[in-house]
């Protein structure tokens, strides 16, 4: 493997090294302490266009994430018990991990990032035998592997400060920001986002996601569709500046319309058809009167609440 690789790994382990921190009381510089720590990742094939990514920590937390047509489903749990560079986990009924790591290589050395000090992180390349069997729900995917490729990755402790992100381009901000949400037998939230006229690719410059969460047993799923579509895909009862309101249509794998608008009686409803199917889940509605909604622009944010029976 080429450093240049070792750099592209190198956001993984930084998101679990700061994950699992546990900041120590922050000083007047707001310095903090993170743990030392360790992790193994893999990936494998799936069928019908989708590839599994696992993972799972030193403190025997484990996540697999399924991804393939405009989906991210993941599924977390703790893990089973770890000896070495083990990965065992049991996800239910649909799946299960029993699987050893075994490096190949040499392993790579990664610099802390710019907010922090101390050791470099050390990342093993290599891959992991034994058992690995899941079947999506509905049967949307399966996987079964004896070998993946993996990586082992270990850290020491970090002093780090609490650092201010980068300025971002006023293009990537959006001008509009559309929200509904529903928290009934599922938690359901929508979201459409809309970009200034600067932002690249204009085909993108409209950004849909919708997601459900839900849990089986010991198992926590959450369930995520993302699409980007054309500016068109967003339009306004009058003109924007009224902001009284705003109807969006998505592309696939969303299907139907939902349109926010205030009534004669000066409140706001949430109606249509929009709906979306989550792999191995199933249709959603994402409009209706157990909709909570809000439409947000520069000017300032109006909204309904959701309705309970």
Request: some cysteine; hydrophobic content about 40%; charged content about 20%.
């Amino acid at each position: 493997m080429s450093a240049r690789r070792g750099s592209r790994i190198w956001p993984a382990v930084l998101i679990a090294v700061l994950a699992l921190a546990l900041p120590a009381a922050a000083s007047a510089t707001d310095n903090y302490v993170t743990h030392a720590g360790s992790s193994t990742t893999g990936v494998a094939p799936g069928t019908n266009g989708f590839k599994l990514q696992f993972w799972e920590s030193g403190r025997r937390h484990f996540k697999l994430t399924v991804k393939g047509h405009h989906s991210k489903t993941v599924y977390q749990l703790g893990g089973g018990p770890l000896s070495g560079g083990r990965v065992s986990a049991r996800i239910g009924s649909r799946g299960i991990f029993g699987l050893r790591f075994v490096a190949v290589g040499r392993p790579k050395f990664l610099k802390p990032p710019s907010w922090c000090a101390g050791p470099p992180a050390r990342w093993q390349p290599g891959y992991l035998v034994g058992h690995l069997a899941f079947h999506g729900e509905r049967g949307y995917t399966h996987a079964r592997a004896k070998r993946v490729h993996a990586a082992r990755e270990s850290w020491s402790p970090l002093h780090c400060h609490y650092a201010r992100g980068p300025e971002r381009h006023p293009a990537k901000e959006a001008r509009l920001h559309l929200g509904a949400w529903s928290d009934g037998k599922h938690g359901i939230d929508f979201t459409a986002a809309l970009f200034h006229r600067q932002a690249r690719p204009a085909a993108g410059r409209v950004e849909f996601r919708a997601a459900v969460i839900d849990r089986s047993g010991p198992v926590a799923i959450s369930r995520e569709i993302e699409v980007a579509a054309p500016e068109g895909s967003v339009t306004f009862p009058g003109p924007p500046q009224a902001f009284e309101g705003a109807t969006v249509s998505p592309p696939a794998p969303f299907v139907g319309t939902a349109t926010f608008t205030r009534t004669r009686e000066s409140t706001f409803t949430w109606t249509g058809d929009l709906a979306v199917d989550f792999p191995g889940f199933g249709r959603i509605r994402l409009a209706g009167p157990r909709f909570g909604a809000r439409l947000c622009t520069l000017e300032g944010c109006i909204s309904r609440d959701q309705e309970h029976p």
